[in-house]
Structures are given as C-alpha cells and as structure tokens.
C-alpha cells in the first residue's frame, strides 16, 4: 500500500513541521522503547471503529502506567486527528498512527508525549485478487502476558518477521509464541476456515488485540456464521480450507499458499463483503 506522509505532525495538540525531532535521549521511549502505538483508517472524514481504537488505546496507557498530559481525551484526540488531518490535505483516505511515549527519565509523574501523524493512502479497502503468499518466522518467539495483546513500541517480532518476509519475497509471515504455535502475523491477526467453520487464535497466545478482529468476532457470530477461537498449531493450516488476514488499515486479504499448500477465499470474500466493505 503505497503511503505520501503529512506534511504536519501533531505533538500534545500543536502543529510541528514532520522533520521537527520530537523525541530526546532522555525520553523513557528513547531508553526502554515504553510506549505504545495505535493505527487506524480515516475515509471521507470518518474513522471506522474508532471507539474501538480508543478503547485499546486507553486500555494500553493505562496498562503502562502512563499519564497523559491534563485535557487530553478522547474527543481532544479526535479533535488533534481531524486538525491534522486538514492540514495534510489527505481526510478523503488516509492512515492515522497515534503514538503515546513515556515522559523523560527524571520526572515522577511520567508525563507522556502525544504524536500523531497522517500519511494518504489509496482509497477504500479492496480485497486482493491474488492470494498472498505466507511464511513462518521462527527466529524469535512472542510472550503470552498481561503485555502481550497491546501495540507496544517495543515491536522487534513484528518488524522483524516483516523483514524476514521481505526479504524473502512472502507477503506475510506468521508470528509463533513460545509454546511455538501462532499467535498472528507481522502486521495481521490471523483467521483460518475448515469445513465452513471460522476459527482465530485467542487472545490468550499472545497475539496483538486487534481492532478489526474484535470487529470481526462480534459480526460474524451476528452473521449466524460458526466462529471459534482455538489454538492454532502449525499442523492446522495445512487442514484448512481458506486463511485470511485482518488489520483495521487494510480490511481482510486472503492467503493463497502457504509451505506449497493453496487455498480458495469463497467465504473469506462474503465475510469481507459483507462486515467489512460496509463500514
């Protein structure tokens, strides 16, 4: 998905120019990586699931213990976002990423520093005609505790199983917890259909809290479609039917192969059809 960044940044509700540095060596994000991140699409003015984002957003601050500077909410933040996203030209379809950083090392209250940046992108989710190719990283291996579901900036897994499917021309690449199963991918959670049966790992392995798989859990069940979340042993994905990917900036895409295995996307399609091309 191709991305044209902002011109503006917002930093605790001010413009700054994008090349302004907002971060200091002494800044507890700098040091420890503490912070954490939220991504979300905004088209024609509106964000989809942004109550949602929130909620993980908050959820995530006050996990970390962090302090947001005073009068900063949730409406402010929506405020800061379509600002922001008047001054970069780009509310007709862009990407929003909100991140929240751990104050300096010397003060006790931990006050955290707000960045939001928007970048334009293609309007519109679509579903790929081409089934992505999928691999495994292995390299490393995710933690499943009370930090786990979170979008932390301490994202090392994630862009390195991104890395490794780059550089191995893979679209995606599986993330594994330590029990070595998986948990979701380098920037997906994952979903996997057999026998017309949906399935998800629980948030239990490890994965990210994701947005559109929260969104997604609650539709289908409404669907009257049969959705499970179940361990996912390597083992399953060469029994299954489909594999799709969810985020809330690209939607659903479809795995077509997976180790030398291929897979259709009949119901993956309807699913995307019919709960997520419709917010």
């Known amino acids: ?30 040091r420890y990586g503490e912070g954490l991140f939220e991504t979300m699409r905004c088209r024609d003015g509106g964000i989809p699931l942004f109550d949602m984002h929130m909620d993980r957003l908050l959820s995530g601050i006050a996990l970390l213990e962090l302090k ?8 402010f933040l929506l405020h800061a976002i379509n600002t922001l996203l008047k001054e970069n030209e780009c509310s007709k379809s862009s990407k929003v990423r909100i991140q929240v950083s751990a104050g300096l090392l010397n003060d006790p209250q931990n006050i955290s520093q707000i960045v939001i940046q928007t970048s ?48 191995n021309h893979t679209d995606e690449c599986f993330v594994l917890n330590v029990k070595g199963r998986i948990c979701d991918a380098s920037i997906s959670n994952v979903f996997w259909i057999s026998k017309g049966k949906i399935f998800t790992p629980p948030l239990t392995e490890g994965g990210i809290a994701g947005v559109m798989r929260r969104y997604l859990l609650s539709q289908l069940s409404l669907s009257g479609l049969e959705v499970e979340e179940k361990q996912l042993e390597l083992k399953l994905l060469y029994d299954a039917n489909e594999i799709f990917v969810t985020n809330a900036v690209k939607g659903i895409r479809w795995i077509g192969s997976f180790h030398g295995k291929t897979y259709t996307n009949t119901l993956s399609k309807t699913i995307f059809n019919h709960c997520v091309n419709i917010l």
Not at 3 to 29: F, M, N, T
């Open 1 to 30: 998905m191709k991305e044209i960044a902002g011109r503006y940044i917002s930093v605790d509700g001010k413009l700054y120019s994008a090349a302004a540095p907002v971060i200091g060596v002494e800044h507890r994000i700098f």
């Open 68 to 75: 947001l500077p005073e009068n900063i909410d949730r409406d």
């Open 120 to 167: 334009q992108i293609e309007s519109g989710w679509q579903f790929n005609d081409i089934g992505l190719t999928a691999d495994v990283f292995t390299s490393a291996q995710k933690s499943c505790d009370s930090f786990s579901n979170m979008k932390s900036c301490n994202y090392m897994i994630y862009s390195m199983a991104a890395r490794y499917a780059a550089n």
